[in-house]
């Protein structure tokens, strides 16, 4: 009610915008690109009476030196490392960073002043699907390595509540392939974690042959990999984190959430892979409606 009140007021009288709550946000890059610009116009467009601009990293000062009133959205590594070079500053909104890159580079305490939109595909709602797609599996095999290992106290508990198994491999390289084959030959299905030291263009041929070879469906770890075999996988897309952001720009950056999954995500099949393995065509907004609606555990 108060946001629509907001803009009312706004298309009525434009002039009174400082007077009501408009914001600066910046949105910070390590340099101007057309996905950048399509990014910031589309916030713009979302948020009329605030004023939306991009920056690249060379024309920020240091971080302490903005007012604490600027909204800051990170889009890259470069404005992340360009935010962390001092604790002074605003609170920004971190993009395009993972699960196990976050883990790698905070393992004990991530600073306070960041909110980190998780990038990767919820590993929560990648059981769910598989749940869905594959009611007859019960075994899920994950293959981790040292840096992805700790998802692995978060899947159990979900992987329980479904009546699903996990099915955990230590992987220690490309040349590891023993513990894929040993993955393989123990599982029902492969649920692929956003780990780049795992799943990456080098070693993308070699799991998904081997998961053919065997009948065994990979699903993740991301919506790219499914265009180049696996069998499904849930997504964020620009639209969904435009609608994010959108929310949370509405709140108070004290309100903002230390890390979150967006509300809003689609699923991404691959049609001629479920025909290969003999499983029905995969219905994207069907699958995405199944997994939004079962309950947390």
């Known amino acids: 009610m108060a946001r629509a009140l907001r803009l009312l007021l706004l298309c009525l009288f434009p002039w009174v915008s400082t007077c009501v709550g408009a914001s600066e946000v910046l949105l910070i890059g390590a340099d101007s690109q057309p996905s950048y610009r399509s990014f910031t116009a589309g916030l713009q467009a979302r948020r009329a009476g605030d004023t939306v601009a991009f920056r690249s990293v060379r024309q920020m000062p240091r971080p302490g030196a903005l007012s604490s009133d600027v909204r800051l959205i990170l889009l890259d ?53 598989i749940h869905y797609l594959l009611p007859k599996a019960r075994r899920v095999g994950v293959l981790y390595s040292a840096r992805s290992r700790f998802l692995l106290d978060e899947l159990h508990p979900v992987a329980r509540q479904l009546g699903l198994q996990i099915v955990p491999q230590a992987w220690t390289g490309p040349r590891d392939s ?83 999954y967006p509300n809003q995500f689609g699923v991404s099949g691959n049609q001629q892979v479920a025909r290969t393995l003999g499983l029905q065509s995969i219905d994207s907004t069907t699958a995405a409606l199944v997994i939004e609606g079962t309950p947390n555990p």
Do not use: C, M
Not at 78 to 100: C, Q
Not at 234 to 246: E, I, K, N, P, R
């Open 178 to 260: 023993r513990a894929l084959r040993e993955v393989l030959a123990s599982s029902d299905v492969l649920l692929g974690l956003d780990d780049p030291e795992l799943y990456n263009a080098i070693t993308a041929k070699n799991l998904l042959l081997s998961s053919y070879a065997r009948q065994i469906a990979l699903v993740g770890p991301t919506a790219g990999f499914v265009r180049a075999g696996a069998l499904a996988s849930t997504y964020s897309d620009q639209t969904d984190w435009l609608a994010v952001l959108d929310q949370l720009l509405d709140q108070p950056p004290a309100h903002w959430p230390r890390s979150l």
């Open 77 to 129: 590594r470069a404005a992340l490392d360009w935010r962390l070079g001092e604790a002074a500053g605003p609170t920004a909104l971190v993009l395009r960073v993972n699960r196990v890159q976050a883990q790698q580079r905070w393992p004990h305490a991530r600073p306070a002043f960041l909110s980190l939109l998780w990038s990767d595909p919820s590993p929560v709602r990648q059981l769910r699907l």
